[in-house]
């Protein structure tokens, strides 16, 4: 049955979505708080910077104002960048249906609070916990809107909202798996996005494959143990959630993360590459939460560890390399 869907965000990612929901025989509105972004959608019906080529149905409706948006939605989809969410979430208000439904798109923890999206969601618009989900998994909008064959997840802790936001999504290249791990999914989604930053600093130094296969593996081991040691279940991160899209944002050309790291890895300083950049590398923030959330829970992290010092203590990456590589040994565990 076709359900009145309004995508709040017209990044790259809420771009996709609007266009995969349309496609999937919903009502679409899209929501942008930019009044340029609007007109250039309302007449063109693409942002070119954002997804080159890529053209909105004109059955998608187009708005700057969130009342008009989530009016009538029987389900909210927050496109929003996960610093700038709670935000959006504010104008928001309690103004959302009682029995809308809310899925986060968003892969971040936030900062100073250490929030996880469905927390900040559920403490910002009062939504019942059962009517929020995530959905995750390795799907660059870049691919996604122009339909190649993806797969994801969604997270929830009521199995009756996961299924219908499953329903909702699926489509001929857009497969939905469910997870009723909500910490573990949202957790794998922002973790990676650090560890994907590592991995662009060594394509950036020229490294190769024999670092890259090290670095997603041993990325994988400590995001288990931190998403482990905050309440997640451990075979989530071998998941679409967590090695899925670890693998895809270590190795894409279309990752954000990826491409933030090996500028670093050129010799590029952070706030050059950010002023070079059109939209948001979550990872960036996210290194800064995850380091903060790994030290609350006592918790080894050390590529992370690295990567923050990379990014906010102007560490040089050979030398994060070199202590990485020269720390004590031990056996492969897990845990």
């Known amino acids: ?20 929901l349309d496609a999937n025989g919903h009502t679409v509105i899209l929501w942008t708080y930019d009044p340029r972004e609007f007109e250039s959608l309302n007449r063109y019906r693409e942002i070119p910077d954002r ?15 969130l009342t008009d948006a989530i009016r009538a939605a029987e389900l909210v989809v927050l496109a929003v960048p996960a610093q700038y969410l709670r935000s959006v979430l504010r104008q928001i ?3 959302l249906r009682p029995d809308s439904g809310v ?25 019942s916990l059962p009517f929020v989900s995530t959905l995750s998994g390795p799907s660059h909008a870049e691919e996604v809107a122009i ?5 994801v997840v969604v997270a929830g802790e009521d199995s009756a909202h996961i299924l219908h936001v499953q329903e909702i999504f699926s489509g001929p290249t857009f497969r939905v798996y469910t997870s009723a791990d909500l910490v573990g999914v949202e957790l794998g989604g922002a973790l990676k ?26 990325g994988l081991a400590e995001i288990t143990r931190l998403g482990v040691a ?26 954000r993360n990826r491409f933030v790291g090996e500028q670093i890895g050129r010799g590029k300083k952070l706030h050059e590459i950010l002023l070079s950049m059109s939209m948001v590398a979550e990872g960036i923030e996210t290194t ?8 609350r829970s006592g918790v080894d992290v050390p590529i992370t560890s690295e990567v923050y010092r990379v990014l906010f203590e102007n560490k040089p990456p050979t030398e994060a390399i070199g202590h990485l590589m020269g720390r004590s040994l031990k056996a492969e565990v897990w845990s």
């Open 1 to 20: 049955m076709a359900k009145r869907i309004a995508v709040i965000g017209a990044g790259s990612w809420g771009l996709a979505i609007a266009r995969l």
């Open 51 to 65: 997804l080159p080529g890529v053209r909105l149905a004109q059955s998608i409706a187009i708005t700057v104002s």
């Open 93 to 95: 208000g309690r103004n």
């Open 103 to 127: 899925v986060n798109l968003a892969k971040g923890i936030e900062t100073g609070s250490l929030k996880r999206m469905s927390e900040v969601i559920i403490e910002e618009a009062g939504v």
């Open 147 to 151: 339909d190649m064959p993806t797969t």
């Open 193 to 218: 996005n650090v560890i994907a930053i590592a991995a662009g600093i060594t394509d950036g130094l020229g490294l190769g494959d024999n670092t890259k296969g090290a670095l997603i593996t041993r």
């Open 230 to 255: 905050l309440g997640a279940r451990p075979e989530t991160f071998a998941g679409l959630s967590g090695l899925g899209d670890l693998v895809a944002t270590c190795t894409s050309r279309h990752s």
């Open 288 to 295: 800064r939460s995850a380091h903060d959330l790994a030290k």
